[in-house]
């Protein structure tokens, strides 16, 4: 410790004696013609954030309203842009449903764009038919960027890659595949007209349009991490070459549109590299590739802010390319964007009492709400991830529950009719009273419903625990009185019950 704080009190007072030094040398250097960009800035004209909003805002396609659409109903909307862009269809899906290419542009720099590998992940789909009518409109305010863009660019769309798993709302194709595990081998077909359509146009950049999961942050903070971005690795070593480079490069100015509207919500991925993903390879044959993977939003489910912001920063990185100001950054403050973490929960509840052995022990319980799709909507599965010590995580909603006892709830004796013979009232009173399920008559498996209680259709019980993997169906008792419910996850306050939405199945 003591040659510690030696070797650090001699490297300030150097630091001290030459600081003025260097400072001068460095206020010289700026003054001379070469050396310091900061005049060079002025250089490019970026599009101001305000002009991004309002295109986004004249130019949303009202078609689209949530994030489950489907192949059948981007067909008219790609359709209605056949007059100004080229459209091809690049081949079919597994099951047969066709793919789609639309190009614009007549400038020289080639780039390319595909969206929804992964078939849940459709926002930047969305955002791609908000950039289609906006490249398609013509004799307004936006006439001289969109001039730039036609003129300096060649773009070529491939929105919906795997529109089989679209249709379904799931991730893999429909061999249950992951595509971006199949860049290499090349089983499935939409992995090959996505290779295809790379070696036959070649860009110069290319956008890989992802979701990731909503418990995404930025590492230590609890910031959800809204936007994603990487420039994956072309090689095990994660060396930067000049193909890379120029992604970092676009990558920061993206990143200094988002900082501005979603301060301290983006984040950067790992970039290990992954031997059969596609993005990793594109890099490697010679594209500089861009992956935006979009998050998670307060009061977004359906991720319609989110598409704004693919549309705000997917226009903007465009006209960076188009105008090369992207050289005006470096890798260095791409570098410095922070990175991802996996550390946010949709419930934690701190220092919960559990009796084993007799004993109670206090245990932060951790929770997540997960999405399965059903019948065009979805219901949520709670789930305990994780309990002990969870001062690392970060909670959507967290509770204090110090001096509240796990407790066990019943199911009711009386059998109700259907689903629709409760309502959320009724439910709640039931659930004051401690019972945590009701059994109906009438009612099949995965009908979906939105009572803050169990529905049981085909079980007598219901499962619950507090262990890792149970599902959180329990109450918070306090001297024996029952303080709060926590029913598939979510947690109601029973004396003063707060709104909220309940993605509920019957069991
Ligand atoms: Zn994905």
């Keep these: 410790m003591a040659s510690f704080t030696n070797k650090y009190s001699k490297t300030v007072k150097y630091m001290k004696v030459h600081f003025g030094i260097i400072m001068s040398l460095v206020l010289l250097f700026c003054f001379s013609s070469f050396g310091c960009n900061a005049a060079d800035k002025k250089e490019f004209d970026l599009i101001p954030l305000a002009t991004l909003e309002a295109a986004f805002n004249q130019f949303k396609e009202p078609a689209i309203t949530d994030r489950r659409f489907k192949h059948a109903d981007i067909q008219p909307l790609i359709e209605k842009h056949k007059g100004a862009f080229d459209i091809a269809d690049l081949g079919k899906s597994v099951e047969g449903r066709s793919i789609s290419n639309l190009k614009w542009g007549a400038g020289k720099t080639k780039v390319m764009l595909w969206s929804q590998m992964h078939g849940n992940e459709s926002t930047a789909t969305m955002a791609l038919f908000d950039l289609f009518n906006f490249l398609d409109a013509s004799g307004d305010e936006y006439e001289e960027l969109r001039n730039t863009l036609k003129t300096q660019l060649n773009l070529s769309f491939i929105p919906m890659l795997n529109p089989d798993g679209a249709d379904a709302f799931k991730r893999r194709n429909a061999l249950d595949i992951d595509l971006n595990r199949d860049a290499i081998s090349q089983i499935s077909p939409e992995a090959v007209i996505l290779k295809s359509a790379r070696d036959s146009f070649e860009p110069t950049f290319g956008f890989n349009l992802h979701d990731q999961q909503v418990y995404y942050n930025v590492k230590g903070t609890p910031k959800q991490a809204t936007i994603s971005i990487l420039a994956p690795a072309y090689n095990v070593e994660t060396e930067v070459n000049d193909v890379r480079e120029r992604a970092m490069q676009t990558i920061v100015g993206m990143n200094e549109v988002l900082q501005q509207v979603i301060p301290g919500q983006v984040g950067k ?53 188009a105008t090369k100001a992207y050289t005006q950054y470096n890798t260095d403050q791409y570098f410095a964007i922070p990175d991802n973490g996996v550390q946010l929960m949709d419930l934690i509840l701190n220092e919960v009492q559990v009796k084993v052995g007799g004993k109670l022990y206090p245990i932060d319980l951790a929770i997540r709400r997960r999405e399965s799709e059903a019948n065009g909507s979805f219901f949520v599965s709670g789930s305990v991830e994780d309990l002990g010590d969870m001062q690392v995580f970060f909670g959507f909603e967290e ?99 707060k709104e909220q939405e309940f993605k509920q199945r019957i069991f």
């Excluded at 590739?289 to 920063?313: A, V």
């Excluded at 009232?425 to 659930?431: I, P, R, T, Y």
Aim: hydrophobic share 40%; glycine share 8%; proline share 3%.
């Design 269 to 321: 991925y790992d970039d290990e590299f992954e031997p059969r993903a596609f993005g990793d390879n594109i890099q490697k044959w010679g594209t500089s590739t861009i992956l935006i993977e979009s998050g998670g939003y307060t009061d977004d489910p359906e991720k319609q802010y989110i598409r704004q912001l693919n549309f705000m920063i997917i226009l903007n990185a465009l006209h960076q390319i």
């Design 399 to 497: 509770l204090e529950a110090t001096g509240l006892t796990f407790t066990e709830g019943k199911v009711f004796e009386k059998v109700f009719e259907n689903v629709e013979a409760l309502d959320k009232a009724k439910a709640l009173e039931l659930l004051k009273q401690g019972y945590m399920a009701v059994k109906v008559k009438n009612g099949v498996a995965k009908q979906l419903h939105s009572l803050p209680i169990l529905v049981l259709k085909s079980n007598d019980k219901f499962s619950s625990g507090w262990t890792t993997g149970s599902t959180p169906n329990f109450f918070l008792s306090k001297d024996g009185d029952l303080k709060y419910a926590v029913v598939n996850g979510y947690l109601i306050d029973l004396e003063n019950p």
